[in-house]
């Protein structure tokens, strides 16, 4: 019998030392790929905390610019010295009026970041 040739079959087959392999492999791969991505949201959250810092310590040296300048006029007016008198109950109204700048100033920060985000 001159037969015919057998016809040779290929199975693809996969030892579990290789299928092991590719798996830690991939394993590798994504712990890596997270660790620079944990790495570019750390740098993307300092620099949104650094700019809402400058922006609030920019809004707060207006701030007491304008209450020095307030202070001098208060002290040039003839009579300032009946003026002390209150200065204490006005410093604390004073303390008030710049912690609600503040937070008004931390309101917008908080708008400005909102808009910018995607």
């Known amino acids: 019998m001159a037969g015919k040739p057998k016809a040779k079959s290929y199975r693809l087959s996969l030892s579990p030392t290789y299928l092991a392999l ?4 991939i394993i590798l791969l994504l712990i890596i790929g997270g660790f620079f991505e944990i790495n570019r949201t750390k740098r993307s959250l300092r620099g949104i ?3 809402q810092g400058i922006t609030l310590l920019r809004g707060l040296e207006r701030e007491i610019e304008n ?4 202070v001098e006029v208060m002290e040039e007016v003839p009579g300032g010295h009946l003026l002390n008198i209150a200065s204490s109950t006005n410093f604390f109204a004073l303390e008030d009026a710049i912690i609600d700048h503040l937070v008004e100033i931390a ?4 708008q400005e970041v ?3 985000r995607p």
């Open 22 to 25: 590719i798996c830690c492999l």
């Open 49 to 51: 905390l650094e700019n």
């Open 67 to 70: 209450t020095v300048s307030v």
């Open 107 to 110: 309101t917008m920060v908080d």
């Open 114 to 116: 909102a808009d910018r």
